[in-house]
């Protein structure tokens, strides 16, 4: 099957690196690219996503050329994965906009939420294989 998303990623983030693990292990039909963003050569491979912007908030690119951000890349990873029922409620009107926030302040302080969780802020660079 070909790629239906790809995801960039910051792949010196334990939690990150941890998600796409996840989704790597569940993707059993090789639907989901993964792409970490502080790779050496991952402006020239990708020169329409902002490394910088793709640092503060996570970015996805579809089959058909659409640009996701946030928690739609999470739940049409997570849907390509057989586990959208899991992510569906993040995109409900009310609920949506308060995961949105939250996502927001995730990222931003991911190194932080990562530190507590995994006993490590950053890695040199974590691996998904």
């Given at each position: 099957m070909t790629t239906q998303l790809t995801i960039f990623y910051d792949g010196q983030?334990?939690?990150c690196v941890r998600e796409?693990?996840?989704?790597?292990?569940?993707?059993?039909?090789?639907?989901?690219?993964f792409?970490?963003?502080l790779e050496d050569d991952f402006s020239a491979r990708y020169p329409q996503v902002s490394?910088?912007?793709a640092n503060t908030i996570l970015h996805g690119l579809t089959s058909r050329g659409e640009m996701l951000y946030g928690l739609d890349v999470t739940h049409a990873a997570w849907s390509l994965a057989g586990r959208?029922?899991?992510?569906?409620?993040?995109?409900?009107?009310?609920?949506?906009w308060v995961a949105d926030r939250a996502y927001l302040y995730f990222a931003r302080n991911?190194?932080?939420?990562?530190k507590?969780?995994?006993?490590?802020?950053?890695?040199?660079?974590c691996s998904i294989d």
């Open positions: 983030c334990p939690l796409m693990k996840h989704l790597k292990r569940l993707d059993k039909h090789q639907q989901i690219a792409e970490d963003i490394v910088a912007k959208g029922w899991l992510t569906a409620p993040l995109r409900w009107p009310f609920i949506g991911r190194y932080s939420i990562s507590l969780f995994t006993g490590k802020s950053r890695c040199e660079r």
